[in-house]
Structures are given as C-alpha cells and as structure tokens.
C-alpha cells in the first residue's frame, strides 16, 4: 500500500496533465491508467486542433509526450485499474487497484474519460473483433481494399471514417438524418474524398456474418425500404458514455451520468475532483481535457493546503 497526496484515474490528457501540474508541486502524485496513456487520441490519427502543432500532430506520439513530460517531474504511473474508490474514516481516499491492492490518498482526480456507445443492434456484440469495431486507427489496416461501413455522422465518425479511406476501397457512412453533426472542415474534406459515400436517414437493424461480418441490414427512416450492404467491417461511432463507475453513489451526476462538479472541477465530496470528458458540461475536446487537468490539479493543491489538520 501506498499513501500519495494525489491519486489520478485516468491517463488521458486530463489525467496526465493533471499528474504533470501535482508532481511539478513536489506532491507524491500517481496516475493509474488501465489501458493505454493518452485515452481517446492515443487511438486517434492525427490531431489537428492542439495548439501549438500547425501541421497536426499524431495523437499517441502526443500522448507518449504528455506522459514523459508527467514522469520527468517525478509523477508515477501504474498500468491497472482502480476497482473501487472510498472516503475513510480519517477523510483519506481509498482506492482498490487490481494488481497492488488498496491504496490511499489525500486528494483524488478522477479523469476517466468515456468509452463509445454501442449500437445495440443483433450481431455486434457477437462480431466484435471479428469485423466490429470501435476504433478505425486500431483496426482499419485489416480491411485493405475493402468496403466498410461507419455509422454515425459526429467528428469520431467522420474523422474516423477519412482515416480508413487509407485502407478501405469505400467507406460507407450511414447516418440517420440526412446531414452530419461533425465540424464543418471535417464534412468539407469527407465529401471532397472520392472513397466516402453516403447514405442518408438511414439505420443499421442487424449486422450480418457468421464468425465474420459480411454486410449491414439497412432501413430508410423515410421510405422504409430495407436493404443489405455487403461489406467486411463495420466502424462504430454513435457518440460516448461517460465512464463513471467509481463515481455512482459517491457523487452527484447529471442525467447524461457526467459528475456534477464547480469551476475548479470539484465535486460534492471534499477533495475528489472530476476532470474531461467524465464532468458536465465538458467540451469533450484534447485542449479543454487538459485545461480541465490543470484546473483540478491546482484545486487539489488548494485543498490539501487548506485541509492539512484533518488530514494528519
Ligand atoms: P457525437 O458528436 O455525439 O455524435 C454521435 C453521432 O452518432 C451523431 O451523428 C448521432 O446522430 C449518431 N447516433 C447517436 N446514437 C445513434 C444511434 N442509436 N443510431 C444511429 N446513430 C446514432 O459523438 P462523437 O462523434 O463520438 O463525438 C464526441 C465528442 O468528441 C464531440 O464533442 C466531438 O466534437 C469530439 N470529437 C472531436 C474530434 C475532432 O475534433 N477531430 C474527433 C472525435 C471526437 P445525430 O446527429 O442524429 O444525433
């Protein structure tokens, strides 16, 4: 067991930025991070929309420097989840890790992102990694010369959908309304590549395959005419759930199950912040991640200034 002045779940660019602001105040920081650092750009291809990077930068070498920048001023990370997160008798946090046992704490950020929302349509769950899958830089370079579906029509799906014009012969967009949600630049370039098309008011009822996905059952919302696509994988990408299982009946969430927190990123419990995309409101960008990092980590030392007595 170990006792840090600052734990953080989560190693996105909140996380780490957060860790990279507590260990610079000499706190004993950690970062427990169960999968991959940097959260949802170390899967993305190229950001573009960092400051600082005019020519776009490539989101898990951003992600690699976000931690080294954290590991140089002496933050530590650990590659396990937290199961379980508790305020003790003594006020100090609690947390559970699945390799090294409980920990404690005097301060907690809890930046533990989201993760994409499931279609819920018959076939996916069973052709996940056999064709379905959440993310294109993961798994786009096996469909070489094939046809592709993405779904949805936001930035992740758009973007995401023009990374895999690298491999795929053509990407198929269906959306369910007959105008995309993603950014103007995005829309402007997806409908200028020759390897995008699109097909409009239009859902997935069912995944079809057996053991591999060979096409998408189609229903136009307009006409209710039904239709099966043939392609090899289908991508996607109809928006995010917070991921906030350490934070149910610990702190107050909005109806979307992001933490309710103040300016400063503090929740109803003394000493536990949320920061990213888990808190209301956030803008759910790689900059404001970061600046939410920040801001949390400069309230944590707030408060374990402020709150030395109780705290021992
Ligand atoms: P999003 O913006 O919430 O878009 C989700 C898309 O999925 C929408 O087009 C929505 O349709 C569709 N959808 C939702 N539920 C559906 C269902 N059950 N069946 C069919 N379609 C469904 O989510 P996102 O694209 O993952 O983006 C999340 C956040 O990350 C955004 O703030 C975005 O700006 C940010 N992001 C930014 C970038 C970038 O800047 N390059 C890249 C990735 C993500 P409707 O449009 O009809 O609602």
Known sequence: MTDYDIAIIGGGGAGLTAAIYAARARRRAVVFENAVTGGQIATTGLVENFPGFPAGV??????????????????????????????GPDGRFRLQATESGVHTARAVIVAAGAHYNRLGVPGESELVGRGVSYCATCDGAFF???????????????DEGLFLTRFASKVHVIHRRAELRASAMLQERAFANPKMAFTWNTVVERIEGKGQVEGVSLRNLETGATRTLPVGGVFIFVGQLPNN????????????????????????????????????????QLVSACGDGATAALAAEHYLEEEPATHG
């Open 245 to 284: 299982a350490l934070l149910r009946g610990l702190v107050d969430l909005d109806d979307g199950g992001r933490a309710l927190v103040d300016l400063t990123m503090r929740t109803s419990v003394p000493g536990l912040f949320v920061a990213g995309d888990l808190r209301t409101g956030a803008a759910r």
């Open 58 to 87: 490539d989101g898990f070498e951003l992600a690699q420097s976000f931690l080294q920048q954290a590991e140089k001023f002496g933050a530590e990370l650990r590659y396990e989840d937290i199961t379980s997160l508790s305020v």
């Open 144 to 158: 070489q010369d094939q046809e592709v579906a993405g779904v949805g029509g936001g930035d992740s799906a758009i």
